[in-house]
């Protein structure tokens, strides 16, 4: 059974840094790609970056460009979300989630189901 859990999530000021991590089996990392997913109060749940199973390509979307970054260390069955320079409008619930993730044609999105609980992350001064 494909498990994921998300932690690191809590209370920063603007312009600080946060890294996410996602815990996962290495069946779940070998066979899936991961994206990081978020949800403000508000508003639609969003894939924001992912990293490719196969290859370790990443896709980003404008939003976290040049802030965010995303790593895979299968040694540790962790998939990484490294924010920098964090925004309030970053505020949201983080998730990470099985995902097609598609570099080369700069698109991804969740498949197969599988969802962490969730990371609350609070920009704010």
């Known amino acids: 059974q494909v498990q994921l859990a998300e932690s690191g999530g809590g209370l920063v000021q603007p312009g600080g840094s946060l890294m996410l991590s996602c815990a996962a089996s290495?069946?779940?990392?070998?066979?899936?790609?991961i994206g990081w997913f978020r949800q403000a109060p508000g508003k639609e749940r969003e894939g924001i970056i992912c990293?490719?199973?196969?290859?370790?390509?990443?896709y980003y979307t404008d939003s976290v460009k040049g802030r965010f970054a995303i790593s895979r260390d299968n040694g540790r069955n962790t998939v990484y979300l490294q924010m920098n320079d964090l925004k309030p409008e970053d505020t949201a619930v983080y998730y990470c989630a099985t995902a097609l993730c598609m570099a080369s044609t700069q698109t991804m999105s969740a498949v197969g189901g599988y969802w962490g609980q969730g990371t609350q992350v609070t920009v704010s001064s």
């Open positions: 290495t069946y779940t990392l070998n066979y899936y790609s």
């Open positions: 990293i490719n199973n196969r290859d370790g390509s990443t």
